[in-house]
């Protein structure tokens, strides 16, 4: 290690400046959806097997909620705008934005060159957990998804359950493309329920065992036509490994849920970004 250099705690001691001051967002009207989601009805509901993943489609305002039905278990959650799959979630810039984990609140936003919101998480039961001694928290856009080709780097061996190919699976069954064709469109993903962090010392990306229990739900407002895939991991609730046929697995469910337009007057879906593309 480099010797440090008689400055070294000035330096350290420099305050921290947040990347993205957010004061000038659109801020999602949270009053209304809530009025909207008190009477909204479900009118669908799919289930992500263990270790497999389901797809759906939720129209512009409408809410999708995600639900532990039967034991601990986290899902990787991708969303596409149900239209054209090259507008899809853009975990990076929705990390920078509205930090690590997503809260009530917090929404999920696509990449470039839209970047406008796709859906607006509303409902938390886990929100109460905050952040742990260890710094743990819940619903990270942090971690990339459990994937085939980082498991055969680390074992030599090829596992198809992983998060990333179980959506793979998923968006092929659903656009009716090959799986080839899909692969391109899965992406970093929102890992619902999922309890992760970074390690104080060497700063390394860890999860937990999620305190999510059957009952608890996550509810999105959707900004645009969706369509989305849920994994429900091969890591169960993520307390000791993924990408793997011993953990404890068990469903999620989806269900959509259809809400009355007069209830959300004076709500349209965002335009996308009006950044003019001219690049200079």
């Not at 129209?59 to 995600?66: D, K, L, M, N, S």
């Not at 998480?121 to 905050?130: A, I, K, N, P």
């Not at 046929?245 to 996308?272: H, K, N, Q, R």
């Amino acid at each position: 290690m480099c010797p440090a250099p008689a400055d070294a705690e000035a330096r350290r001691a420099v305050a921290p400046v947040i990347c993205y001051p957010v004061e000038t967002l659109p801020v999602p009207d949270l009053a209304l959806y809530a009025r909207a989601l008190a009477a909204a009805e479900v009118v669908d509901k799919v289930v992500a097997a263990p270790r497999e993943a389901c797809a759906f489609r939720v129209p512009a305002g409408g809410f999708f909620r995600i639900r532990c039905t039967e034991g601990p278990q986290v899902g990787d959650l991708n969303l596409w705008n149900a239209a054209d799959l090259s507008e899809r979630f853009y975990s990076g810039k929705t990390r920078a934005l509205h930090g690590s984990h997503l809260g009530v609140g917090d929404r999920m936003w696509s990449g470039f060159p839209t970047l406008r919101p796709m859906a607006t998480l509303v409902q938390d039961s886990l929100d109460w957990y905050g952040i742990d001694a260890f710094g743990g928290a819940v619903h990270d856009v942090i971690g990339t998804r459990c994937d085939p080709y980082t498991h055969h780097l680390l074992s030599g061996q090829a596992y198809h359950h992983c998060c990333h190919s179980n959506l793979t699976r998923a968006l092929a069954e659903a656009t009716g493309q090959s799986r080839a064709a899909a692969e391109g469109y899965v992406q970093d993903v929102l890992n619902v329920f999922m309890c992760t962090g970074f390690t104080r010392d060497t700063g390394q990306y860890f999860m937990k065992a999620s305190p999510v229990r059957p009952g608890d739900t996550l509810t999105f407002f959707a900004e645009i036509d969706l369509l989305g895939a849920l994994s429900a991991c091969p890591g169960g609730d993520c307390s000791s490994e993924h990408s793997s046929d011993a953990a404890t697995c068990y469903p999620l469910e989806v269900e959509i849920l259809a809400a009355s337009a007069d209830l959300l007057a004076g709500w349209a879906p965002p335009p996308v970004n009006g950044y003019d593309r001219s690049h200079g």
